[in-house]
């Protein structure tokens, strides 16, 4: 069984059988922490997976969130708002001052004077969404402001769960705290979280519960996933992406070669990550005789463009499989600039540019463009994800990644 499916049993049960956040005895009263990387799908397990087998939850997101006052206003419009339609709270903007919104709209509406209605409203507060057994989620605890006093917010948090017997549940990365806040955090987390789970699931596990949104033909689904496996990604929001566009594609491109869907999932990736999509021209190698393809990107690198395509050119047989981040790749391109500076670049006898002062601005811009170099040769090196693929056909899937558009 996988980490998401025990998750799931120990949290909601299965076969009639009472899991920990349905079992009142259990978890009234109980803060409970659900910790996992970023990117690693708990916010959807937690959307689709837990949320739907809850009788009434709020979910809140402190992403952003400046002041303790502003939660606690997110806490109180929401629990107030539980039980009503989506007609009644259509106006009701989640933007802003919640709370005010809420008594501007419903006290005309209910005739009450505005501190009847404030009233009202914590009484509400209580015996509709939270008191004996409700469940309360924040969600990207990590993510709120610097502004929001840990301390405080993990008192109001405790206070929440003791005061009305309810259920609250923090999903977060606790690994991104440092310095006196990661100390800070590990004491309150000692001192106020009941249960700790932990959510690391596989690539596979993950993929599967987002595949079944979709309706895409099972052809595609090892493919896709293969793709995402050798690119080394664990992230839902891209693998949601992946899926929702390559949906919209294949049904106005039904025949698609293998290659050719692998290639649509790498480059959409890369695109997910940089914002860029590689695409090339003929470039001829004036002292080599022969010519290649050059990543247009590299346009702007200049007479850098050559001496670093051929350093990169020149890790592809012995070196393919060898660098594991880009440091290692970046730092072994500039010894090999550096090496060889003296051959390709000649002094600027006009400028009277010295060698050294070029080769320090070069090297400048290959740190510049680190992370775009490297995926480039994890891409087309490492992975030739455009082998066996027509030109058509990337430059098809390359305009729809980019533009969105068919």
């Known amino acids: 069984m996988s980490n998401i499916e025990k998750l799931k049993e120990y949290l909601v049960g299965s076969d009639g059988r009472k899991g920990y956040l349905l079992d009142d005895k259990l978890s009234n009263g109980k803060v409970i922490m659900l910790s996992g990387a970023w990117g690693s799908g708990k916010t959807h397990f937690w959307k689709n997976e837990i949320e739907p087998k809850l009788d009434k939850s709020i979910y809140i997101s402190l992403y952003g969130k400046t002041s303790l006052r502003e939660i606690e206003n997110e806490v109180l419009s929401k629990s107030f708002l539980i039980d009503f339609s989506d007609e009644d709270i259509k106006n009701i903007s989640i933007f802003g001052n919640i709370a005010k919104n809420i008594v501007s709209i419903m006290a005309p509406k209910i005739g009450e004077k505005l501190e009847e209605t404030k009233t009202s409203l914590v009484n509400n507060f209580g015996k509709n969404a939270l008191q004996n057994g409700g469940l309360l989620c924040f969600d990207d605890f990590e993510r709120k402001s610097k502004d929001v006093d840990l301390n405080d917010l993990f008192g109001f948090i405790t206070q929440l769960a003791l005061n009305f017997k309810c259920k609250i549940v923090l999903i977060l990365n606790s690994d991104v705290f440092e310095g006196k806040e990661k100390k800070l955090f590990a004491d309150l987390k000692e001192k106020s979280v009941s249960k700790f789970f932990k959510f690391n699931p596989n690539s596979e596990n993950l993929f599967e519960i987002i595949f079944n949104k979709y309706t895409l033909d099972e052809k595609h689904k090892m493919i896709i996933l293969n793709a995402i496996n050798e690119f080394g990604l664990l992230n839902a929001r891209i693998y949601e992406n992946i899926l929702e566009n390559f949906q919209e594609y294949i049904e106005k491109n039904p025949v698609m070669t293998n290659q050719e869907v692998r290639y649509f999932v790498l480059t959409l990736i890369n695109f997910n990550l940089l914002h ?41 047989s012995q070196n393919r499989d060898k660098f594991k981040s880009h440091s290692e790749l970046i730092d072994i391109i500039k010894s090999l600039i550096s090496s060889e500076y003296k051959t390709i670049n000649k002094p600027n006898k006009e400028t009277e540019t010295k060698p050294t002062e070029k080769l320090t601005e070069d090297l400048k ?42």
């Open 276 to 316: 860029i999509v590689f695409k090339f021209y003929d470039y001829s190698y004036p002292f080599l005789g022969n010519s290649f393809k050059l990543p247009t990107f590299f346009i702007d690198l200049k007479d850098l463009s050559v001496n670093l395509v051929n350093s990169l050119d020149r890790q592809s």
């Open 365 to 406: 811009i290959v740190d510049r463009y680190a992370d775009i170099i490297w995926l480039y040769w994890r891409l087309e090196t490492k992975l030739e994800y455009r082998k066996d693929i027509d030109e058509k056909s990337i430059r098809q899937i390359n305009d729809f990644i980019e533009t969105g558009i068919l």
